[in-house]
């Protein structure tokens, strides 16, 4: 048995090419080889008329996917290496791919899901999140910046709420996921096995409303809107922590101190590229500047650090260079921005607009 082969199961049931992430032990987080994996299989099926939809499912009971695997990102980077350049190029090339499907794309997104699991789900035509779904873009705990399309996404949630869930990478459940675009259908969990043996037989349109619920359960972000509309909206990170401190709620004041435990560097990336994503017309045009990112991220000490910190000696006290947000000079920022030797060819040799996907 090839172990690595079998991270990812694939397989047709009925009319639905049905991928599973199989890494349960490791919350399903992405290898390069499963995203080639996710991307044949892919291939394989979007010329398929026996196949009318793919569905995507994580292994195990804690989630889709806990985003890349930054174990291997941590070596690369502390050895000088490019190897994750290339895994990005083909994971973004893949959450493109996913976006325009000309297929519906069904993704659970049950559980856990975090970084890259967003990137090969929230892309996806048909999005449900459950009671269990802990949605996040957590990067910037890592001196890391939201990749996979994130920005494209958080970028255009209603008004600052994207930009508050970038920085602070804080996790929301199933109701702030819709509220935020991330989602468009919730599924109690007990019922996604009996969905799945009904989209072996039937188009996800035609099944799916009995087991969607309108009224969903929690949600804070929609009775937040007012202060984080205001404080998000400042055109530095140093204003958006003072407008935090001085609101007078507690809620905001909590996201401060998020925010302090966050990477100088990082969160001031973060907010450089929220901005520019508004800006940009395709999700191929943000994952590209997303790919100049990570480049640059790649080869900067807080990658190293945060991934030190938070996964391989989980201290969680990481020492962030420079310190403090004073000291990230724009010179700094703007770098992360620049085409650089590594990452100067695209990721999409002639860029398409994001495809529309007909509605299941």
């Given at each position: ?330 010179a700094q920022v703007e770098r992360f921005f620049a085409p650089t030797d590594a990452a100067a060819g695209p990721v999409f040799p002639q860029e398409s607009p994001r495809g529309d996907v007909s509605p299941?």
């Amino acid at each position: 048995m090839n172990a690595e082969k079998d991270t990812v199961l694939t397989e047709v049931r009925g009319c639905t090419g049905v991928i599973t992430l199989n890494r349960p032990a490791a919350l399903n987080a992405l290898t390069h080889s499963m995203v080639l994996a996710v991307t044949e299989a892919l291939g394989a099926w979007e010329h398929d008329p026996l196949v009318r939809q793919v569905l995507v499912r994580g292994a195990g009971e804690r989630g889709l996917c806990a985003g890349g695997d930054i174990r291997a990102i941590h070596a690369d980077a502390s050895t000088g290496g490019t190897a994750s350049l290339d895994f990005w190029r083909d994971e973004y090339r893949l959450n493109a791919r996913i976006a325009r499907y000309p297929k519906p794309y069904v993704a659970y997104m049950d559980g856990i899901v975090m970084g890259g699991g967003v990137g090969i789900s929230a892309h996806g035509s048909v999005r449900i999140v459950t009671e269990r779904s802990r949605v996040a873009m957590p990067e910037t705990g890592i001196g890391f910046v939201p990749d996979v399309g994130g920005t494209y996404l958080l970028s255009r949630a209603p008004g600052e709420l994207g930009t508050h869930l970038a920085l602070t990478g804080v996790a929301v459940g199933a109701a702030d996921a819709l509220l935020c675009g991330l989602a468009d259908h919730y599924v109690p969990s007990a019922h996604l096995e009996e969905l799945t043996h009904g989209l072996a037989g039937s188009p996800a349109r035609e099944i799916l409303a009995p087991y969607a619920r309108g009224t969903v359960p929690g949600g804070e972000l929609a009775a937040e809107r007012e202060w984080i509309d205001r404080c998000y909206a400042a055109d530095t990170v140093e204003e958006i922590h003072s407008r935090l401190l001085g609101s007078g709620l507690a809620a905001a004041r909590e996201a401060s101190e998020v925010l302090r435990t966050k990477s100088p560097t990082a969160l001031k990336v973060t907010l450089a590229a929220l901005r520019r994503a508004r800006e940009l017309a395709s999700l191929e045009a943000v994952l590209e500047q997303e790919y100049r990112v990570s480049g640059a991220a790649l080869t900067t000490p807080d990658l190293v650090e945060g991934i030190r910190a938070q996964v391989i000696d989980k201290d969680r006290t990481p020492r962030w260079s420079p310190p403090a947000l004073v000291q990230v000079r724009q010179a700094q920022v703007e770098r992360f921005f620049a085409p650089t030797d590594a990452a100067a060819g695209p990721v999409f040799p002639q860029e398409s607009p994001r495809g529309d996907v007909s509605p299941a």
